[in-house]
C-alpha cells in the first residue's frame, strides 16, 4: 500500500459519487460543504458552531461565513446553548428542514442508481469492504453512517423475512475479517440457524434482532440444551460500528430474562477465548466458567470454553 494507491482510489471514488459534478446538480444551490453541514443539522437534536467545527473539520472563518449566509436564508435559527451560555446553539427551520431533504432525497437517488448498477451477488462483498475501510481508518471503529446514535435508538425485535439469512452471513463475514476464520464456522451457523427455523417451540425459544437507524446491527439466540431445564446462549453478534452503545448487553439480558421466565434452571453458552468482549458481557452477567479445552476450529487454534449461570439465583 502506497500514498499512491490511496489518492488513485480517492481520485475514481469521488469521480464513481459525482463529488465533483456540480452539472448534474447534486448539491445545488450549495457548496458540497454547505449540503454537508445542511446534513449535520439535521440529523442532530441541538448543536453549535464549535461542535460542527469539530465534527467537519472545518475553519472557523469558513463555517461562520456558512452559517452567515443560513441564517440570512432563513434556513437556521440561533440561540442559547443549553450546555454552555457562552455557546449558540443552531437548529434548522422549516425551510432548513426542507432544503436538507431535498438534498438527502437527491443523495439516495444517486446512491441507489450506482448500486442498482452492483450485481446482487456482488452487494455483501461490496458492504463488507466498504466497512473494512471505515473500521481501518477509523481507528478500529467504524464512522458512523447517520447521526450520532445513543443507546436508546436501539430496538430488540423478533427476527423478520431475511433477517436468519443475515445472521448467517454477517457471522461468516464478520469472523472471517476479525479473526480470520474459515467457511468452517459459516457453516456452523447455517446449521443452527436453519435448526431454530425448522423446529423451534417459541414458547421456550427465541432470536433477537438488534436494530438501529432501520438496520440490524446485532443478533442472538436463545434455544433449549440436551441438558433438562437448560437452555443455550447462541450466535451472539454486534456490528463493529454499533460498539459501544451496550447492544450486547441488551441482547444478553434479554436472553437471560426470557431464559428465567420462561422457567430455565440454567442457561449455558460455548465461545472461545479470543473473544473478549464477548466474554466480558458473559462475566458482567454473572456467567461462571465451567471447563475450557485447546481445540482445532474454522482454520485456527482455539481454547474453547463453557460458561453457565444459575438462574435460579438471586439477579443483583
Given at each position: 500500500?502506497?500514498?499512491?494507491?490511496?489518492?488513485?482510489?480517492?481520485?475514481?471514488?469521488t469521480?464513481?459519487?459525482?463529488?465533483?459534478?456540480?452539472?448534474?446538480?447534486?448539491?445545488?444551490?450549495?457548496?458540497l460543504?454547505e449540503?454537508r453541514?445542511?446534513?449535520?443539522?439535521?440529523?442532530?437534536?441541538g448543536?453549535?458552531?464549535?461542535?460542527?467545527?469539530?465534527?467537519?473539520?472545518?475553519?472557523?472563518?469558513?463555517?461562520?461565513?456558512?452559517?452567515?449566509?443560513?441564517?440570512?436564508?432563513g434556513?437556521?435559527?440561533?440561540?442559547?446553548?443549553?450546555?454552555?451560555?457562552?455557546?449558540r446553539?443552531?437548529?434548522?427551520?422549516?425551510?432548513?428542514?426542507?432544503?436538507?431533504?431535498?438534498?438527502?432525497?437527491?443523495?439516495?437517488?444517486?446512491?441507489?442508481?450506482?448500486?442498482a448498477?452492483?450485481?446482487?451477488?456482488?452487494?455483501?462483498?461490496?458492504?463488507?469492504?466498504?466497512?473494512?475501510?471505515?473500521?481501518?481508518?477509523?481507528?478500529?471503529?467504524?464512522?458512523?453512517?447517520?447521526?450520532?446514535?445513543?443507546?436508546?435508538?436501539?430496538?430488540?425485535r423478533?427476527p423478520?423475512?431475511g433477517?436468519?439469512?443475515?445472521?448467517?452471513?454477517?457471522?461468516?463475514?464478520?469472523?472471517?475479517?476479525?479473526?480470520?476464520?474459515?467457511?468452517?464456522?459459516e457453516?456452523l451457523?447455517a446449521?443452527?440457524?436453519?435448526?431454530?427455523?425448522?423446529?423451534?417451540?417459541?414458547?421456550?425459544?427465541?432470536?433477537?434482532?438488534?436494530e438501529l437507524?432501520?438496520?440490524?446491527?446485532?443478533c442472538?439466540?436463545?434455544?433449549r440444551?440436551?441438558?433438562?431445564?437448560?437452555?443455550r446462549l447462541?450466535?451472539?453478534?454486534?456490528?463493529?460500528?454499533?460498539?459501544?452503545?451496550?447492544?450486547g448487553?441488551?441482547?444478553?439480558?434479554a436472553?437471560v430474562?426470557?431464559?428465567?421466565?420462561?422457567?430455565?434452571?440454567?442457561?449455558?453458552?460455548?465461545?472461545?477465548?479470543?473473544?473478549t468482549?464477548?466474554?466480558?458481557i458473559?462475566?458482567?452477567h454473572?456467567?461462571?466458567?465451567?471447563?475450557?479445552?485447546?481445540?482445532?476450529?474454522f482454520?485456527?487454534?482455539?481454547?474453547?470454553?463453557d460458561?453457565?449461570?444459575?438462574?435460579?439465583?438471586?439477579?443483583?
Amino acid at each position: 500500500m502506497t500514498v499512491q494507491d490511496i489518492r488513485a482510489f480517492n481520485r475514481f471514488y469521488t469521480n464513481v459519487i459525482g463529488a465533483l459534478d456540480y452539472g448534474r446538480h447534486l448539491y445545488a444551490p450549495y457548496t458540497l460543504t454547505e449540503a454537508r453541514v445542511l446534513y449535520e443539522l439535521a440529523h442532530s437534536a441541538g448543536t453549535d458552531a464549535a461542535d460542527l467545527r469539530a465534527e467537519l473539520h472545518l475553519d472557523a472563518g469558513y463555517l461562520s461565513r456558512i452559517l452567515n449566509r443560513f441564517e440570512k436564508d432563513g434556513l437556521i435559527e440561533r440561540g442559547p446553548s443549553e450546555r454552555d451560555p457562552r455557546r449558540r446553539r443552531i437548529t434548522l427551520t422549516a425551510p432548513g428542514r426542507e432544503a436538507a431533504g431535498l438534498l438527502d432525497e437527491r443523495a439516495r437517488e444517486t446512491v441507489g442508481a450506482l448500486l442498482a448498477t452492483v450485481p446482487p451477488e456482488d452487494r455483501p462483498r461490496l458492504v463488507e469492504a466498504m466497512r473494512t475501510v471505515r473500521t481501518i481508518l477509523g481507528g478500529g471503529r467504524a464512522a458512523r453512517p447517520e447521526a450520532p446514535e445513543a443507546p436508546e435508538d436501539v430496538v430488540l425485535r423478533e427476527p423478520g423475512p431475511g433477517d436468519l439469512g443475515w445472521i448467517v452471513q454477517r457471522n461468516g463475514a464478520l469472523y472471517a475479517a476479525e479473526f480470520g476464520w474459515n467457511t468452517d464456522y459459516e457453516g456452523l451457523v447455517a446449521r443452527i440457524v436453519a435448526d431454530f427455523a425448522e423446529d423451534h417451540d417459541p414458547h421456550l425459544e427465541r432470536a433477537w434482532i438488534a436494530e438501529l437507524a432501520g438496520r440490524p446491527v446485532g443478533c442472538v439466540m436463545c434455544v433449549r440444551d440436551e441438558a433438562p431445564g437448560t437452555a443455550r446462549l447462541r450466535l451472539l453478534l454486534v456490528e463493529p460500528d454499533a460498539r459501544g452503545l451496550g447492544i450486547g448487553d441488551r441482547l444478553v439480558t434479554a436472553v437471560v430474562d426470557f431464559a428465567r421466565g420462561v422457567g430455565y434452571r440454567d442457561l449455558v453458552l460455548w465461545t472461545n477465548d479470543v473473544l473478549t468482549a464477548a466474554r466480558g458481557i458473559y462475566q458482567r452477567h454473572g456467567f461462571v466458567l465451567a471447563a475450557e479445552k485447546p481445540h482445532r476450529s474454522f482454520g485456527k487454534d482455539l481454547v474453547g470454553q463453557d460458561w453457565r449461570l444459575d438462574l435460579r439465583a438471586t439477579p443483583e
